[in-house]
T-cell receptor
Framework: ELKVEQNPLFLSMQEGKNYTIYCNYSTTSDRLYWYRQDPGKSLESLFVLLSNGAVKQEGRLMASLDTKARLSTLHITAAVHDLSATYFCAVARANQAGTALIFGKGTTLSVSS | GAGVSQSPSNKVTEKGKDVELRCDPISGHTALYWYRQSLGQGLEFLIYFQGNSAPDKSGLPSDRFSAERTGGSVSTLTIQRTQQEDSAVYLC????????????FGPGTRLTVT
């Protein structure tokens, strides 16, 4: 059974600091997703990572994937208040038609000045 | 273009009643997914459709839950004899097909069972 673990679950950051969110998963998969969710809102797609060594960057966020270690990271550079949200990683179930996503519990990020 | 839409946005029902939740996927998207988000269980996959058929119902928590899709478009998730533990936000997502990478999520239906 595919399991996805994120850590930390809560992260309080100061503006301007850097930090990393980690996502570990238990079985082989060919794609990993990062989503952002603001309070009371739905999920916004941030990144889709498809291969070992994939790295994607958007603004102050950078995601990477190591399929051998079954690990993805979401790195936050010089945090700003607007990044406060909950971030989820999700892994696609392999070897199945259809891409049911298995989600981590989410990391709630709070950025303060 | 229009995104995934869901209705109602909020639903309050009494324990034991049946409810229907509706999802309109993005036009042309053949794959449709239902997920549930609750405080206790996080985000859980429920069921997915390819066209009108549901190859994977593995996430439905009990036989009180069922879903159908008609015309390869609108989907309805039905919960019979609702229980308090069914209270959650029900999210629908669609993708172009079953191998497309991106899943686009709707705004969700918040279900409260009293």
């Amino acid at each position: 059974e595919l399991k996805v673990e994120q850590n930390p679950l809560f992260l309080s950051m100061q503006e301007g600091k850097n930090y990393t969110i980690y996502c570990n998963y238990s079985t082989t998969s060919d794609r990993l997703y990062w989503y952002r969710q603001d309070p009371g809102k739905s999920l916004e797609s941030l990144f889709v990572l498809l291969s070992n060594g994939a790295v994607k960057q958007e603004g102050r966020l950078m995601a990477s994937l190591d399929t051998k270690a079954r690990l993805s990271t979401l790195h936050i550079t010089a945090a700003v208040h607007d990044l406060s949200a909950t971030y989820f990683c999700a892994v696609a179930r392999a070897n199945q038609a259809g891409t049911a996503l298995i989600f981590g519990k989410g990391t709630t990020l709070s950025v303060s000045s | 273009g229009a995104g995934v839409s869901q209705s109602p946005s909020n639903k309050v029902t009494e324990k034991g009643k049946d409810v229907e939740l509706r999802c309109d996927p993005i036009s042309g998207h053949t794959a449709l997914y239902w997920y549930r988000q609750s405080l206790g269980q996080g985000l859980e996959f429920l069921i997915y459709f390819q066209g009108n058929s549901a190859p994977d119902k593995s996430g439905l928590p009990s036989d009180r839950f069922s879903a159908e899709r008609t015309g390869g478009s609108v989907s309805t998730l039905t919960i019979q004899r609702t229980q308090q533990e069914d209270s959650a936000v029900y999210l629908c997502a669609s993708s172009l097909d079953i191998v497309a990478y991106e899943q686009y999520f709707g705004p969700g239906t918040r279900l409260t069972v009293t």
